[in-house]
């Protein structure tokens, strides 16, 4: 069944291709479609299109649709084109003629907004709680670490010193931005597109308010073509926000994986987390942390797949915009099961608190040295000078404390501060 047969046969392998996997991909948009469609039916028996019987069948009719859908008994049947088919088939075999006028004043290109933009609105908020669930175990983690010292490095080698304090509240702090990141997308979808029909509105006399009201979005997308083309533009904007989540995620795993090396040693994973060699028995890899940085690099390329496929189109509807459910879904589910498998990983990241103890982590302290001098009245440049001697001639002593007293430094990290922030961001 297509909403847009007329009789005349399409050739299969046409069917076949433009079809593609969308019936697959549609199962994740059949409850919005529902309940767009049962703020659809409520606007048309408003304005007298549907008869108060005919809206209260469909609604209802739509209610079962969806409580089959969150039971796992609906289906796309390879006889139906889409979603919107499916669902039009079910109300009209239940309802007969009610069934019929659902599609009165919409189009297909309507349908597919509004139930993607209900869609990325439960996902961006999903990712905002789990996001925020990631960075209230960092900031624990930072706590109860703060004072065990860390190497700090730039170019691979040894820099200034840190702690595991500093390094769990970095990454922490970073949520937020990519929190600020997920609120614009937000933003951006949550505008309801339905009423715009195929792009250019409708000659019937339907109140886009009341379904705006109904569905709960912040406001209208007024203009109708502008609706249309905030296809591809929703999904981008989101899929920015869902690369900005990963590009935090990825830099963390691989972190991870280099301090868990036995050349670093500065943490430990327990068995449970960690796999094992087919042929060397004393391995113990961090596999997950090494897909959670694989996973969402890929995930870091979906905007880029999206500005590609979106790119030169003109306004109007292009069925090129089908594909963007191809990349972004499946990427939906592999940054909430990266989010997912972090959450519950990190917590059991044992850090080890001596790692200063060696020799060779003596030249960490040596600004610090040169900072006291300069305390002392010497120069700086002079005082740069006379330790690049003392290194150069073995003299150097290094005091392995830390005085640093400015925010967010290694001995005020502004924890509080930094809770704050996310508190006011999220």
């Known amino acids: 069944m297509k909403l847009w047969e007329k009789g005349i046969p399409t050739d ?27 703020a659809h039916a409520k606007m048309l028996g408003q304005i007298g299109l ?21 039971n796992g008994k609906f289906e796309i049947e390879d006889s139906f ?8 088939y079910l109300l009209t075999v239940k ?10 004043a919409r189009s297909r290109n309507d349908q597919v907004l509004v139930d993607v933009n209900l869609y990325l609105k439960d996902v961006v908020k999903e990712l905002k709680e789990q996001v925020k669930s990631l960075f209230d175990l960092l900031m624990e983690s930072a706590e109860k670490y703060q004072n065990v010292l860390l ?87 989101v899929a920015f926000a869902m690369s900005s989540v990963a590009a935090t995620l990825s830099k963390f795993s691989m972190d991870v994986c280099l301090y868990m090396s036995q050349n670093f040693d500065f943490i430990t994973l327990p068995s449970h987390l960690t796999t094992g060699s087919s042929i060397m028995p004393h391995k113990k890899n961090p596999d997950v942390f090494e897909l959670i940085r694989g996973k969402c690099n890929k995930i870091q390329a979906l905007p880029y797949e999206i500005t590609l496929i979106t790119n030169n189109l003109p306004s109007g509807y292009h069925r090129d915009l089908q594909l963007l459910k191809e990349g972004l879904f499946p990427a939906i589910q592999n940054l909430k099961a990266c989010l997912d498998i972090a959450i519950f990983a990190i917590k059991d990241i044992k850090v080890k608190e001596h790692i200063l103890d060696d ?11 040169l900072n006291e001098m300069v305390v002392a009245g010497i120069p700086f440049r002079d005082a740069y000078k006379a330790v690049a001697e003392q290194l150069e001639n073995g003299t150097f002593q290094s005091p392995k404390e830390t005085k640093h007293t400015h925010e967010g430094s290694i001995n005020n990290l502004c924890l509080d501060q930094i809770k704050k922030k996310m508190s006011d961001s999220y």
Do not use: C
């Open 151 to 237: 190497p700090g490095y730039t170019h691979l080698q040894i820099a200034m010193p840190s702690s595991f304090g500093m390094w769990f509240s970095a990454y922490a702090e970073t949520l937020i931005d990519d929190i600020t990141m997920l609120n614009a997308a937000l933003k951006i979808v949550d505008q309801n597109p339905l009423g715009s029909a195929a792009g250019y509105g409708s000659s019937f006399p339907i109140n886009r308010t009341f379904t705006t009201l109904e569905l709960g979005f912040e406001t209208l997308k007024f203009n109708s073509v502008a609706a249309q083309m905030s296809r591809g533009k929703s999904e981008k904007t």
């Open 359 to 369: 020799k060779k982590y003596d030249f960490l302290f040596t600004v610090d040295s």
């Open 50 to 70: 549907l008869t108060d019987s005919e809206t209260v069948s469909l609604v209802l009719a739509l209610e079962e649709i969806i409580a089959a859908v969150e």
């Open 12 to 38: 299969k392998q046409i069917e076949h291709f433009t079809v593609g996997n969308d019936r697959e991909l549609d199962l994740v948009l059949a409850k919005y479609d529902a309940l767009g469609s049962i």
């Open 95 to 104: 309802l007969g003629d009610a069934g019929k006028k659902i599609h009165t």
């Open 81 to 88: 084109e889409d979603v919107h088919s499916k669902i039009e």
